[in-house]
C-alpha cells in the first residue's frame, strides 16, 4: 500500500526567502503525485501534480515540484515565498491502478515579514 | 463556476445525537468524495460515490455513519449517534471524470467542522 512522509510538522520562512517543502512516498509503481495547498478555513486546492514525463513540474502560484525517483521524493519549491503563502500544504499519493489517493499530514508553512 | 459547497460550515452536538453534513458538487462533476481530516492530520477517504453509486465505502464506519447520493448530485453525510472522537472537519471532495481514478483532479469544498461535547 502507498504511504507518504511529509517531515516537517511546520516550517517558517522570511518573506521573499526560498522554500522547499519535503514529501517522501512509499509506493511500488510510478505513483500519481501531488501537492494541495489549504488556507485556513478554506478546502484543499490543488497546487501541481506529476504523472509522468518531465520530473519537474511547474504549478499554480510560482510553485514547482521534483519528482527524484531514485530518493521517492517529490518536493515542492517557490524561489520567492510571500506572505499570502502561509498556509498549510499536503502532498499526496496516487496508485495508477486503482482509485485511493494518500495524502500526507502536512507541512505548516509560516511566513514572517 | 461555483466551487463545492458545503453546509453547516461548523456544528457543535453532544455525544450521542445526530448530526449531518450536506454537499454540492460542481455542476456536472460525477465522482463525489467525502473525506475525514482530523486535527493535524491529512484527510483520510470514507466514500467515494460515481454518480449515486457507491463504489468504494471501505473506510466509512457504517455502524455509525451512512451517506447518500440521490440522484447523483448533491450527497449527504450522516453520523447517528456521535461519538467525542468523530470531532474533526469533514471535507467534501468532486472530479469530473466518471472513472473517479486518483488522477482526476479533485475540487475540494471548505469543509464542516464538527465539535461533539
Known amino acids: 500500500a502507498q504511504s507518504v512522509t511529509q517531515p516537517d510538522i511546520h516550517i517558517t520562512v522570511s518573506e521573499g526567502a526560498s522554500l522547499e517543502l519535503r514529501c517522501n512516498y512509499s509506493?511500488?509503481?510510478?505513483?500519481?503525485l501531488f501537492w494541495y495547498v489549504q488556507s485556513p478555513g478554506q478546502g484543499l486546492q490543488l497546487l501541481l501534480k506529476?504523472?509522468?514525463?518531465?520530473?519537474l513540474v511547474q504549478g499554480i502560484k510560482g510553485f514547482e515540484a521534483e519528482f527524484k525517483r531514485s530518493q521517492s521524493s517529490f518536493n515542492l519549491r517557490k524561489p520567492s515565498v510571500h506572505w499570502s503563502d502561509a498556509a498549510e500544504y499536503f502532498c499526496?499519493?496516487?496508485?495508477?491502478?486503482?482509485?485511493?489517493?494518500?495524502f500526507g499530514a502536512g507541512t505548516r508553512l509560516f511566513v514572517k515579514a | 463556476e461555483a466551487g463545492v459547497v458545503q453546509s453547516p460550515r461548523y456544528k457543535i452536538i453532544e455525544k450521542k445525537q445526530p448530526v449531518a453534513f450536506w454537499c454540492n458538487p460542481i455542476?456536472?462533476?460525477?465522482?463525489l468524495y467525502w473525506y475525514l481530516q482530523n486535527l493535524g492530520q491529512g484527510p483520510e477517504l470514507l466514500i467515494r460515490?460515481?454518480?449515486?453509486?457507491?463504489?468504494?465505502d471501505s473506510q466509512l464506519p457504517k455502524d455509525r455513519f451512512s451517506a447518500e447520493r440521490l440522484k447523483g448530485v448533491d450527497s449527504t453525510l450522516k453520523i447517528q449517534p456521535a461519538e467525542l472522537g468523530d470531532s474533526a472537519v469533514y471535507l467534501c471532495?468532486?472530479?469530473?471524470?466518471?472513472?473517479?481514478?486518483?488522477?482526476?483532479?479533485?475540487?475540494f469544498g471548505p469543509g464542516t467542522r464538527l465539535t461533539v461535547l
Open positions: 471532495a468532486s472530479s469530473p471524470g466518471t472513472s473517479g481514478r486518483a488522477q482526476d483532479t479533485q475540487y
Open positions: 509506493y511500488g509503481a510510478t505513483p500519481y
Open positions: 506529476y504523472f509522468s514525463g518531465d520530473t
Open positions: 499526496a499519493v496516487g496508485d495508477n491502478q486503482g482509485f485511493k489517493t494518500i
Open positions: 455542476s456536472g462533476h460525477n465522482t
Open positions: 460515490y460515481e454518480n449515486e453509486e457507491a463504489v468504494d
